[in-house]
Each structure stands twice: as structure tokens, then as C-alpha cells.
């Protein structure tokens, strides 16, 4: 091999060298930035972690008692609809007596009437 032939290998050789030394110093640089994030990252999810969970336990117990809330309605709705089912029929029942009563007291009207109507007649001929 010449003389300028080895040197060009060796500059190659000490500039691939330098490359990697640059390379690696940033790759060391990187990592240490990473580990500091990791840090701060990790001193920040321990504290967000307990406050998670005490937020799902709020939640569920939100949930137990809108659960709860939601039978009584429920409870309630069926009681009105009982009630209205009631009423429905009492209405019914009381707009039967009100239409015997207007036939009862339609009666009566003829029968007093047919009475005073006889007692004039029978008061003419005496």
C-alpha cells in the first residue's frame, strides 16, 4: 500500500472516530436529559396516582348513590302511576253515581211531579 493510500485510510479512520466520539457524547447527553424527564415524571405520577385513586373511589361512590336516587324515583313513579290508576277509576266510578244520581233524581222529579199534578186534579173535583 502507498504511502498516500495509508493516509487516507487513517484520515478516514480518525474522522469515522471522531463522528462516533460526537455521536456517543450525544447519545450521553440524551440519555442523561432522559433520566432527569424520567425523574420529574416519575416524582410527578405518585402523587397523581393516589389522586386518582381517591377520584375513582369518589366516582364510584357518586355512582352507588345515584343508583340509590333512581330506585326511590322509580319507587316514587310507580306509587304516582298506582295513585293516577286509582284516581282513574274512582273518577269512573264516582261519574256512574253522578249519572244514577241525575236519573234517580229525575225520577224523584217525575214522581213529585205526577204527585202535585194528582193532588191539583183530586183538589178540582172535591
Known amino acids: 500500500m ?4 495509508q493516509a487516507v485510510v487513517v484520515i478516514c479512520v480518525v474522522v469515522v472516530t471522531a463522528a462516533l466520539v460526537v455521536a456517543l457524547l450525544a447519545f450521553r447527553r440524551t440519555a442523561i436529559r432522559a433520566e432527569s424527564v ?3 415524571v416519575e416524582r410527578e405520577l405518585r402523587p397523581m396516582s393516589s389522586q386518582l385513586e381517591s377520584l375513582a373511589a369518589e366516582i364510584k361512590t357518586l355512582a352507588r348513590n345515584a343508583n340509590q336516587e333512581l330506585e326511590r324515583a322509580s319507587v316514587i313513579v310507580s306509587r304516582v302511576d298506582d295513585l293516577t290508576v286509582r284516581a282513574a277509576r274512582l273518577l269512573g266510578a264516582v ?4 249519572r244514577a244520581g241525575q236519573m234517580v ?3 224523584a222529579g217525575l214522581k213529585k211531579g205526577l204527585d202535585v199534578f194528582i193532588g191539583r186534579m183530586k183538589s178540582r173535583r172535591v
Not at 2 to 5: D, I, N, R, V
Not at 95 to 98: A, I, K, N
Open 2 to 5: 502507498t504511502p498516500l493510500a
Open 38 to 40: 424520567l425523574h420529574l
Open 95 to 98: 261519574g256512574g253515581f253522578t
Open 105 to 107: 233524581g229525575v225520577a
